[in-house]
Nanobody, 119 residues
Framework: QVQLQESGGGSVQAGGSLRVSCTVSRSWGSTYTLAWFRQAPGKGLEWVSS????????YYADSVKGRFTISKDNAKNTLYLQMNSLKPEDTAVYYC????????????WGQGTQVTVSS
């Protein structure tokens, strides 16, 4: 069983930066997809960004492109999301997720970390 644990959320003013981290309980395989999702108050789950462990290709939602950067540290089994130029609409609970390719969708999810951006 793979466990994911987010950290690094908090409160920041608009225009500021935060980095959230996700520690994975064991080394991820070469075919994993790692991702960040978020859920704003009263809204559904929104995909934010993904990275492939094989090759490191990255993908971003249009709403965060150019402001957020996803990265991973294989040695530390840690996924990151660097968030710059934050806006109040980025306020949400941020979740990391992992897909090991054995089924459609993401198999494993963290418990979430709150990010609050004030205007």
């Amino acid at each position: 069983q793979v466990q994911l644990q987010e950290s690094g959320g908090g409160s920041v003013q608009a225009g500021g930066s935060l980095r959230v981290s996700c520690t994975v309980s064991r080394s991820w395989g070469s075919t994993y997809t790692l991702a960040w999702f978020r859920q704003a108050p009263g809204k559904g789950l929104e995909w934010v960004s993904s990275i492939y462990t094989d090759g490191g290709s990255t993908y971003y939602a249009d709403s965060v492109k150019g402001r957020f950067t996803i990265s991973k540290d294989n040695a530390k089994n840690t996924l990151y999301l660097q968030m710059n130029s934050l806006k109040p609409e980025d306020t949400a609970v941020y979740y990391c997720a992992a897909a090991d390719g054995t089924r459609v969708g993401y198999n494993y999810w963290g418990q979430g970390t709150q990010v609050t951006v004030s205007s």
